[in-house]
């Protein structure tokens, strides 16, 4: 099915099923561990053995030579798998360093050798015992001291690294009220908590995979590509993922290092990342350097925006896109924004939930918070005078729906945002120094074509089956309503299958493009079901209605199980997308409020409560997307507060890579969240007129709650995590 | 993790014969901190005598009308006692900051007083560490160090004690009762228990090999307002970036113990004359001499602070 022009009315209106705040229905196997996580799968050929992996000890180099006969001859050791004996290895396209390294290393930790024994324990012991020789070769580690050095990017993904609109240097240097002003962010870590895992079996020449994975079919691509063999010869099997923020959008070296360790060992071989792994051997959200220069009229029209930034990656990687929104979010006849891209010899850096936005709105939110003070305006009031209802780089393209100020409005009437003091430092709580910050919420939507199978049997019950992921999100429960939906019958009829690659190929799930895309193909799938239904009984599709597991169409009621009968009806489509998006302009829109207090002695902070309004097309089904806010939400919160990769840039990599290092937040950090979705729904994105949510929470959080730090103390901090030690030169004298 | 054989002790005395026949071996109590350091091949014992059974695991008075607390009391049990939180609620509100509800129902006494450092250099086996690998130099300084030592520290280690229950215990001047394999008990002071890092941050208490600690004692209580305000970037759950311990009395004298500043906790005694003069003059003789590094010199107004906010708290 093609999706080219807006949608009309059509059997998901009928919201029966669609936009009912349905539980999970994987949550019960997830509550009571039924869930086979990669590691845990129970269906799996017997004897599996266990590998360990060796990571590299320097950051940029060459591994001299590897000695691996005390762990060849330690207990229980199977195989030894390096780069001198695995053979000629390609690199997958997602892939930026190799992820078998040697004799080249190209980061810290990346994989240089991979033990394999009888136990885990076996495979552990052993692998300390590989002993590697390295010349350690010069790195750059540093983005602040690599930033002049910094080049513009490669396009990628349809983004162009530098825009410009009018006149933006004479307008700035004009404008009667400036703001100058450079940001920074951290690095970040995906944290999830299911590290990456893999269990790799070969069966002859065909590869089955187990592995924890968002994208199953880039990963076979990139499987196949790595190892030079026909796609046609892997499966990858990803039922259920727990987390993956976008460090499981690509294989990583538990899946490649399962493949090789089981082809060597002739045995199933299974692979859990270890915690420190998860920093230095896999990707992470880069660092960025941002700056923002902002022109406005005295009565607070801006004039001119501009935003820069800089962010480093290994060797043809890409930028951290931290510039996006400011094309977009704000009016401005003026304007300018540009992306710099450092060579630098970290951990390979990469997408982390809503790449771009999240950052760079971190930065954005804070300046616009910045210049509405200079203004004396009021920092909704000042969102709200420089709203725009067209892409301001193209004004020929209208948003297809935006309600941002409606998130505004909306959002301050809850929180009382009335009570905020304009003046920081004002208010106070015993002990405590308390504010109010506000940041506005902008994510793109994207539509990716996605496929599925359906299958009716006598029973009446639909099975769907798509390689489509659920990384935590709801996935399994959407497909369910949206299945359920199209063919009329209820929620226990349908059973969804998910994450195989023998299904057929979905959007997968990244960039909040899963739950739009993911349920319009099954909607298309679910199209030619009904028709196939209607066919069999040699009846008229558009005329036939799908109620209460009937198809109904003038005086003839048949089941759907009797229209199956004994041999099932089968189904499959996807859906595509023609112009629309380029036609309009689709976001997803929202503000978030936050209250802090602020120890006046310490500098501690702590959040006191926080809402989201969210304004993201029809929400298909408000519990599962609530999750995803107030999780996205204390996400953010991590930002604002805390989660930092802290770099060695003597010895090039992540110091802190453990989660009592690299802290996120623990629930005393979050005590009040809430979350209102605006009535919207949006035809120009799907016949599902959904967008996503997922990403959309965490954008601007951690503006809100440094703009509230800001309103409590008076100090502005514009380098993340706002931790203690940045405003204690700040704070009120003491006693 | 190395592979190791293993015994279960019945009493003190058979685990001390069992380390003499075993030297090298590690004693196990909770095992909270020693599995995780040997997992990571940061601890390689081949031996491990468990001694979390041990009849070590009560709180009885002692004649000079103080406590003495078993080496194998859990820090769930020592925090909830009736005694303690009655007379010595500093100890209770350390101990309730720390770790979290899990790892307190099996961690114990002795075993919170020796686990080990939490700078992140330490953990990752491919960097040099003087205290994990004697000789092999020192990763942190120089490095990532905002959580590390501003005094005490040397230049071969500026690692800090991560203990918030020993911190406590410093103010409350606790003494830790040992036994060795030869069957001599001895008390330790706990100002004298943690040694200096000097040229060997590996040796870290004067707890000789094979040396089983029994008891913890506490003189009796000395009355006072007991506050122990741990900081930290996020609300609970982590290791104090600094932590202040104070006993003040009505008259405002006291007593003030710091966490997370060096390899031990921190009290100096004659700085704690300047109580009723308040946190500025206190901070300056607790912090003389500190060496603070460009990640942790917040370190030192951030003492000074949040003892101003203690003695605030104090007052009422
Ligand atoms: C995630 C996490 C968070 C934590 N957070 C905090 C925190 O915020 N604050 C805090 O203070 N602590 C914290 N801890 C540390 C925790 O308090 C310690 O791990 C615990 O107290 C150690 O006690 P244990 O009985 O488990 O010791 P074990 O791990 O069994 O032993 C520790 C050491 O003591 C030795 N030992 C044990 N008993 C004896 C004995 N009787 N005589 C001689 N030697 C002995 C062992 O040989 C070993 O070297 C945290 C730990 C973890 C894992
Ligand atoms: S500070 Fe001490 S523990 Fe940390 S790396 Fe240096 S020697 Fe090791």
């Known amino acids: 099915m093609k999706f080219d022009t807006p949608a009309t009315t059509n059997p998901i209106d009928r919201l029966k099923v669609i936009g009912k705040p349905t539980n999970r229905i994987d949550g019960p196997l997830k509550t009571t561990g039924a869930a086979p996580y990669a590691y845990e799968q129970r269906d799996i050929p017997a004897n599996a053995a266990y590998g360990f992996i060796v990571g590299s000890a320097i950051a940029k180099g060459r591994l001299v030579s590897v000695d691996t006969a005390d762990a060849e001859a330690a207990p229980g050791v199977l195989t030894i798998v390096t780069a001198a004996n695995a053979g000629t290895l390609g690199k997958g396209d997602f892939n930026t360093a190799k992820l078998l390294g040697g004799p080249d290393i190209e980061h810290y930790h990346q994989a240089i050798a991979l033990v394999v024994a009888e136990t885990f324990e076996q495979a552990r012991a052993a692998a300390a015992l590989v002993r590697a020789d390295y010349a350690r070769a010069r790195g750059a580690f540093d983005l602040t001291a690599a930033m002049d050095s910094a080049a513009p990017p490669k396009p990628m993904f349809g983004t162009i690294a530098d825009t410009a609109v009018g006149d933006f240097d004479a307008a700035f240097a004009a404008a009667p009220v400036t703001l100058d002003a450079r940001y920074t962010t951290p690095d970040h870590s995906h944290a999830m908590m299911e590290p990456h895992a893999t269990i790799a079996a070969w069966e002859g020449d065909r590869l089955t995979l187990w592995t924890a994975n968002q994208m199953v079919a880039w990963s076979v691509g990139d499987m196949a590509k790595t190892l030079g063999i026909p796609k046609e010869n892997i499966r990858l099997v990803s039922p259920y993922i727990g987390g993956g923020f976008g460090g499981k959008l690509f294989i990583r070296a538990d899946a490649l290092m399962a493949a090789l360790g089981a082809k060597a060992a002739k045995r199933p071989v299974k692979i859990a990342l270890p915690r420190p792994f998860i920093a230095n051997n896999t990707t992470h959200r880069p660092a960025t350097i941002q700056r923002i220069r902002l022109g406005a009229t005295k009565d607070g029209k801006i004039t001119a925006i501009g935003h820069e930034s800089w962010s480093g990656d290994l060797p043809g990687g890409g930028p951290e896109t931290a510039v996006g929104q400011t094309r977009l979010l704000y009016a401005g006849p003026n304007r300018m924004t540009r992306m710099r891209l450092a060579v630098l010899d970290l951990p390979e850096g990469n997408a982390m939930r809503a790449p771009g936005e999240a950052p760079g709105l971190m930065a954005l939110e804070i300046a616009m918070d910045e210049m509405a003070e200079k203004l004396g305006m009021d920092p909704i009031d000042f969102r709200i005078l420089n709203d725009t209802q067209v892409d301001p780089e193209k004004p020929e393209r209208p948003f297809s729906q935006r309600q941002l100020n409606e998130c505004l409005t909306t959002g301050a009437g809850k929180f009382g945002w009335a009570k905020r003091s304009a003046k920081p430092g004002a208010a106070r709580d015993g002990r405590w120094l308390t504010g109010m910050g506000v940041a506005a919420a902008f994510r793109n939507n994207i539509n990716a074509t996605s496929a599925a199978r359906v299958r009716l049997d006598k029973a009446g019950v639909v099975t769907v089956e798509t390689d489509m992921t659920d990384i935590g999100t709801g996935s399994y429960t959407i497909i369910a309503q949206t299945a359920a939906e199209m063919m009329g019958v209820p929620l226990d009829k349908v059973v969804v299958k998910l994450g195989d690659s023998a299904f057929p190929v979905s959007a997968g799930s990244g960039g909040q493009w899963g739950a739009n895309s993911s349920t319009a193909g099954v909607y298309a799938a679910c199209a030619k079901l009904r028709e196939a239904v209607a066919a069999k009984l040699g009846l008229n599709a558009a005329d036939a209605e799908f109620v209460d597991g009937e198809i109904r169409s003038g005086d003839r009621r048949v089941s759907l199980g009797e229209a199956a009968g004994d041999a099932g009806l089968v189904a499959e489509d996807r859906m595509e997308y023609g112009d629309l998006a380029d036609k309009y302009q689709q976001s997803t829109f929202g503000a978030h409020f936050c209250e802090v207090g602020v120890d006046a002695a310490t500098g501690e902070i702590r959040i006191r409560r926080m809402l989201a309004v969210c304004a993201a097309g029809r929400i298909l089904n408000p519990k599962a997307a609530r999750s995803q806010v107030i999780g996205a939400m204390t996400m953010g919160a991590g930002a604002a507060l805390m989660e930092e990769l802290a770099v060695d840039k003597r010895f090039g990599f992540f110091v802190n890579h453990d989660l009592a290092g690299y802290e996120v937040p623990v629930h005393a950090d979050i005590p009040h969240q809430e979350v209102i979705f605006l009535d919207e729904t949006d035809p120009t994105t799907s016949p599902m007129k959904a967008k996503g949510v997922g990403e959309l929470g965490i954008c601007g959080v951690a503006a809100a709650v440094a703009n509230a730090v800001y309103n409590a103390t008076g100090v502005r901090v514009r380098d993340y995590p706002v931790t203690l030690d940045k405003l204690l030169g700040g704070l009120p004298a003491i006693a | ?316």
């Open chain 2, 1 to 316: 993790m190395k592979a190791f054989t293993y015994e279960r002790a019945a009493t003190p005395a058979g685990a001390t014969a069992a380390f003499a026949k075993a030297p090298g071996a590690r004693f196990i109590a909770g095992g909270t901190n020693l599995l995780d350091l040997m997992k990571l091949q940061i601890e390689t014992p081949a031996h491990l005598i468990d001694v979390s059974r041990l009849a070590l695991d009560t709180i009885e008075p002692t004649k000079e009308g103080g406590l003495r607390i078993g080496a194998m009391v859990r820090n769930t049990d020592l925090a909830a006692d009736a005694r303690v939180r009655r007379d010595y609620g500093l100890l209770t509100r350390a101990l309730v900051a720390g770790a979290s509800g899990q790892l307190r129902n099996k961690a114990t006494t002795a075993g919170n007083l020796l686990q080990r450092t939490r700078c992140p250099y330490f953990y990752d086996t491919n960097q040099p560490c003087n205290k994990r690998q004697p000789g092999s130099g020192c990763a942190a300084i120089g490095g990532v160090s905002r959580t590390l030592a501003v005094l005490g520290a040397s230049e071969a280690c500026i690692a800090t004690h991560p203990s918030d229950m020993a911190v406590a215990m410093r103010a409350l001047d606790a003494s830790v009762e040992t036994v060795d394999a030869a069957g001599k008990a001895r008390a330790i002071p706990i100002a004298d228990f943690y040694r200096a890092p000097g040229t060997t941050p590996h040796l870290e208490t004067m707890l000789e090999p094979g040396e089983l600690i029994t008891a913890v004692t506490l003189p009796k209580p000395m009355g006072g307002t007991h506050i122990y305000h741990k900081v930290r970037d996020r609300a609970s759950y982590a290791f104090a970036l600094i932590s202040v311990a104070a006993v003040v009395q009505k008259d405002g004298s006291g007593r003030v113990a710091l966490g997370g500043v060096a390899h031990k906790p921190w009290r100096v005694e004659a700085a704690e004359a300047d109580m009723p003069r308040g946190a500025k003059a206190v901070a300056s003789g607790l912090l003389a001499g500190a060496t603070p590094s460009h990640d942790n010199a917040y370190k030192l107004p951030l003492v000074e602070r949040t003892l101003a906010g203690v003695l605030a708290e104090a007052k009422g």
